[in-house]
């Protein structure tokens, strides 16, 4: 994979555009947006650039297979997918009018969610020696997504709730492909490669 696609990857898994009424929910309890907004995007480069480099290390400790990294990764983009396909009330992520979070839910899970972070495991654990390029995917994603968050109220004022909601779907359709070949690039590994080791 190269830096292209691991933006275009990346990008897809954070969905900026489809968090944007999650972050205008958050900007109401905020009196500084673009600062409010810079620091989230902050935070969630950095779980991202933790998972990079520490992830791999994780996984051994753990005695836990790249294999197995990418089944559950694909199960929770698909369970992602599917939410943004058909949406749900979203108040289970604690945002709370009037307050400015901090981490949650913006940073943490909505932008570095648990398929950003499987993502980004297992770019370094399958390809260790091209971790500049995943730091450069990082950092170029993070900041298409603050870009997008930072103009929010404007995006959401173009295009309406309706069109937030068309390209929300549009991202999750993406995101249900891309899970699904998670799934069977992973399940391929499970089953064919005791065949190839015999």
């Given at each position: 994979?190269d830096?292209?696609s691991?933006?275009?990857l990346l990008v897809?898994?954070?969905?900026?555009?489809g968090?944007?009424p999650m972050v205008?929910?958050c900007?109401?309890?905020?009196?500084?947006?673009y600062?409010?907004?810079?620091?989230?995007?902050?935070?969630?480069s950095?779980?991202?650039?933790?998972?990079?480099?520490l992830?791999?290390?994780?996984?051994?400790?753990?005695d836990?297979?790249e294999?197995?990294?990418?089944?559950?990764?694909?199960?929770?983009?698909?369970?992602i997918?599917?939410?943004?396909?058909?949406?749900?009330?979203?108040?289970?992520?604690?945002?709370?009018?009037?307050?400015?979070p901090?981490?949650?839910?913006?940073a943490?899970?909505?932008?570095?969610?648990?398929s950003?972070v499987a993502?980004?495991?297992?770019?370094s654990?399958?390809?260790?020696?091209?971790?500049?390029?995943?730091v450069?995917?990082?950092?170029?994603?993070?900041?298409?997504?603050?870009?997008?968050f930072?103009?929010?109220?404007?995006?959401?004022?173009?295009?309406?709730?309706?069109?937030l909601?068309a390209?929300?779907?549009l991202?999750?359709m993406?995101?249900?492909?891309?899970?699904?070949q998670?799934?069977?690039?992973?399940?391929?590994?499970?089953f064919?490669?005791?065949?190839?080791?015999g």
């Amino acid at each position: 994979m190269d830096l292209i696609s691991a933006i275009i990857l990346l990008v897809i898994v954070t969905d900026p555009l489809g968090n944007l009424p999650m972050v205008l929910a958050c900007l109401e309890g905020t009196k500084r947006p673009y600062r409010f907004i810079t620091r989230e995007v902050f935070l969630a480069s950095l779980v991202l650039l933790i998972a990079l480099f520490l992830g791999p290390q994780l996984l051994r400790l753990l005695d836990l297979s790249e294999e197995a990294l990418r089944l559950a990764g694909g199960i929770v983009l698909f369970l992602i997918s599917i939410k943004l396909i058909f949406p749900t009330d979203t108040s289970w992520m604690g945002a709370k009018t009037g307050e400015e979070p901090i981490l949650f839910p913006l940073a943490v899970p909505l932008v570095a969610g648990p398929s950003a972070v499987a993502t980004v495991t297992l770019f370094s654990a399958q390809f260790p020696e091209r971790m500049g390029v995943w730091v450069a995917a990082i950092f170029i994603t993070m900041s298409v997504s603050l870009v997008t968050f930072s103009f929010a109220p404007v995006l959401h004022r173009i295009v309406g709730p309706r069109g937030l909601a068309a390209f929300e779907r549009l991202m999750g359709m993406l995101l249900t492909v891309i899970a699904i070949q998670m799934l069977i690039t992973a399940i391929k590994e499970i089953f064919l490669a005791p065949v190839s080791g015999g």
